[in-house]
C-alpha cells in the first residue's frame, strides 16, 4: 500500500464475532515505516501470556492505534454484518489519525464507508504485520474485560473461556442459563438453555436467527 502512494495504512481485525457473550471488538493498527516489533503474528497463534507481554509495546510502538467495541445488546439488536460495520467505524474513529486505506483480513469489506479504500486479503493476520498488530491489541482489550466481567458473573468462566463455546461454558448454560452479557439471539438459547421462560427473539427487523 505504501509503495502504491497510501501514506496512512491502517491494519484491521476483529474478535469475538463467534463468542457467545461480550462485546464484539475490532481493532485497528498504524504502525511507522522505519521500526518493527519482534515476536508480532496472528493473535491466535499466541497465548494469552505472550498477547499480555506484546501489549505494551505494540501500544508504544503503533503511530496510532484504537479498538471499536460493540455490545452483546447491540449485536442483538443490529445482527451481526451491521454490528461489525459499527465495531470498525468506532476503531476508525477512534484514531487520532485519518487513514486512506485499509487492509483487513478475509473476503468481506466491513470497514466501507468509514476509511476510502478498502484492501481485502484472505489470511491477512497471517501476512500483514498492521492487521497482525490490530488482532492482538482487539484481542488482549476484549479478554480483559471478560476477565473483568467474570468477577460479576463467575458461574460462566469468562476469565478463562473469554465468552466462547467450551464444555464448562455449556454446562453453566444448562444450569444457571444466561447472564446479562449472553447474546440473546444466537442459537446456543435453543440448545443450552432449557428455561421456557427465556427465550431466542431475531434481531430487529429480521426474521432469520443467528
Same mark, same amino acid.
Given at each position: 500500500?505504501?509503495?502504491?502512494?497510501?501514506?496512512?495504512?491502517?491494519?484491521?481485525?476483529?474478535?469475538?464475532?463467534?463468542?457467545?457473550?461480550?462485546?464484539?471488538?475490532?481493532?485497528? *493498527?498504524?504502525?511507522?515505516?522505519?521500526?518493527?516489533?519482534?515476536? #508480532?503474528?496472528?493473535?491466535?497463534?499466541?497465548? $494469552?501470556? $505472550?498477547?499480555? *507481554?506484546?501489549?505494551? %509495546?505494540?501500544?508504544?510502538?503503533?503511530?496510532?492505534?484504537?479498538?471499536?467495541?460493540?455490545?452483546?445488546?447491540?449485536?442483538?439488536?443490529?445482527?451481526?454484518?451491521?454490528?461489525?460495520?459499527?465495531?470498525? %467505524? !468506532?476503531?476508525?474513529?477512534?484514531?487520532?489519525?485519518?487513514?486512506?486505506?485499509?487492509?483487513?483480513?478475509?473476503?468481506?469489506?466491513?470497514?466501507?464507508?468509514?476509511?476510502?479504500?478498502?484492501?481485502? *486479503?484472505?489470511?491477512?493476520?497471517?501476512?500483514?504485520?498492521?492487521?497482525?498488530?490490530?488482532?492482538?491489541? /482487539?484481542?488482549?482489550? %476484549?479478554? %480483559?474485560?471478560? !476477565? /473483568?466481567?467474570? $468477577?460479576?458473573?463467575?458461574?460462566?468462566?469468562?476469565?478463562?473461556?473469554?465468552?466462547?463455546?467450551?464444555? #464448562?461454558?455449556?454446562?453453566?448454560?444448562?444450569?444457571?442459563?444466561?447472564?446479562?452479557?449472553?447474546? !440473546?439471539?444466537?442459537?446456543?438459547?435453543?440448545?443450552?438453555?432449557?428455561?421456557?421462560?427465556?427465550?431466542?427473539?431475531?434481531?430487529?427487523?429480521?426474521?432469520?436467527?443467528?
Amino acid at each position: 500500500m505504501w509503495e502504491r502512494g497510501h501514506d496512512v495504512v491502517v491494519g484491521i481485525d476483529e474478535v469475538g464475532r463467534g463468542a457467545w457473550a461480550g462485546p464484539l471488538s475490532v481493532g485497528a *493498527a498504524i504502525l511507522p515505516r522505519d521500526t518493527r516489533v519482534n515476536g #508480532v503474528r496472528d493473535s491466535k497463534l499466541l497465548s $494469552e501470556r $505472550e498477547r499480555e *507481554a506484546l501489549f505494551d %509495546r505494540l501500544t508504544e510502538w503503533c503511530v496510532a492505534w484504537s479498538v471499536g467495541s460493540v455490545s452483546q445488546e447491540e449485536c442483538d439488536h443490529l445482527g451481526m454484518s451491521a454490528a461489525q460495520k459499527l465495531a470498525a %467505524r !468506532r476503531a476508525i474513529e477512534g484514531l487520532d489519525v485519518d487513514p486512506d486505506v485499509a487492509v483487513t483480513d478475509g473476503k468481506w469489506d466491513f470497514v466501507s464507508p468509514s476509511v476510502p479504500h478498502v484492501e481485502l *486479503a484472505v489470511k491477512a493476520d497471517l501476512r500483514c504485520l498492521s492487521v497482525a498488530t490490530a488482532s492482538i491489541l /482487539a484481542k488482549v482489550v %476484549r479478554d %480483559r474485560e471478560m !476477565r /473483568a466481567h467474570a $468477577e460479576s458473573y463467575p458461574h460462566w468462566s469468562f476469565d478463562t473461556n473469554k465468552g466462547y463455546p467450551c464444555p #464448562v461454558h455449556k454446562a453453566a448454560l444448562l444450569g444457571y442459563g444466561p447472564s446479562a452479557i449472553h447474546r !440473546r439471539t444466537w442459537v446456543f438459547m435453543d440448545h443450552y438453555v432449557p428455561w421456557t421462560a427465556i427465550r431466542r427473539t431475531p434481531p430487529a427487523g429480521q426474521s432469520s436467527l443467528f
